[in-house]
């Protein structure tokens, strides 16, 4: 999807780090185990951090082992098959689905061609999906629509656009007791900031190539500087102060770390125009 929420390897501790590797690798086989082989091209470090989000709060965790999907001879360890890992499995593939068409409908007949083969190839598994998680899947189809209804309106607003990616990410966790409550919270204005610095990363495509982009439209072609940053800067403060009243257990350190390290190195990553370069990094080479 994005790849936007993702740690600092150097500042992790190794256990930490052996915990996000052991998620992105259940994430992974979950996937395969659930939707097949191609289902695992649709892995991203987003849905890891919620699989790590939904994850009971535990005291330590202890990895099983499986292969790899990339490489069957390869054994790895993996956090067993549970509901965190599904629960991510099954909404990664309904977004995606969803993503897909929109593009087709972004980019035309021609160039959206390749998006309307994937999205065809993936449509078993989004029904399958949809079937599992109906209101996650209601919920995307009335946000994407209330979406397109604003591009077409050229909206200007930043707050009412972003609005409706932050209430999808805000419906991918359930919403029970008191950690349901702190979960929403965290996954609306992470939703929030995903959409706006997405925006501010596709600034300048979108200006050559004539599209959408709600930056244009309110602060022209500049996309805001330190006015827009600002913004931005306190949508993570607000998911920093909801995380803070959650309990997650051994999974609390590469939390804050994704949350108070990664995100805010992103941000500045696409500012200054290093996100480029950041992103096809690996994350399991020693260099961030």
């Known amino acids: 999807m994005f790849g936007y929420v993702r740690p600092v390897r150097p500042e992790l501790k190794c256990r930490d780090f052996d915990l996000y590797r052991a998620t992105y690798c259940g994430l992974c086989r979950c996937l395969r185990h659930r939707y097949g082989p191609i289902a695992p091209m649709l892995l991203n470090f987003d849905f890891t951090f919620l699989a790590l989000l939904l994850w009971p709060a535990e005291p330590s965790f202890t990895p099983c082992s499986g292969r790899c999907h990339a490489n069957p001879l390869i054994h790895k360890p993996m956090c067993p098959n549970s509901p ?3 629960l991510a499995a ?11 068409r929109d593009t087709v409908g972004d980019e035309g007949v021609w160039k959206g061609l390749p998006a309307r083969m994937l999205s065809t190839v993936l449509r078993p598994s989004y029904r399958k999906a949809a079937r599992l998680r109906p209101e996650f899947d209601r919920t995307v189809r009335i946000c994407l629509g209330e979406l397109n209804r604003l591009e077409r309106e050229k909206c200007a607003s930043i707050d009412r656009t972003a609005d409706t990616f932050a209430r999808i990410l805000q419906a991918a966790a359930p919403e029970e007791g008191t950690l349901g409550r702190v979960l929403s919270q965290m996954l609306y204005h992470l939703g ?3 959409y706006l610095l997405d925006a501010r990363d596709d600034l300048q495509e979108d200006i050559q190539r004539g599209r959408y982009n709600p930056l244009i439209l309110r602060y022209g072609s500049q996309g805001g ?8 800067s306190h949508s993570l403060e607000l998911v920093g102060a909801a995380f803070q009243l959650g309990e997650f257990g051994c999974r609390a350190a590469l939390l804050e770390n994704i949350i108070y390290l990664g995100l805010p190195l992103v941000q500045r990553a696409v500012f200054d125009g290093s996100w480029i370069q950041i992103k096809k990094q690996k994350i399991w080479s020693n260099r961030e």
């Open 84 to 86: 965190a890992l599904e």
């Open 90 to 100: 099954d909404e990664s593939i309904i977004l995606a689905w969803w993503k897909l």
């Open 192 to 194: 929030r900031w995903i």
């Open 225 to 232: 500087g330190q006015e827009f940053e600002n913004t931005l």
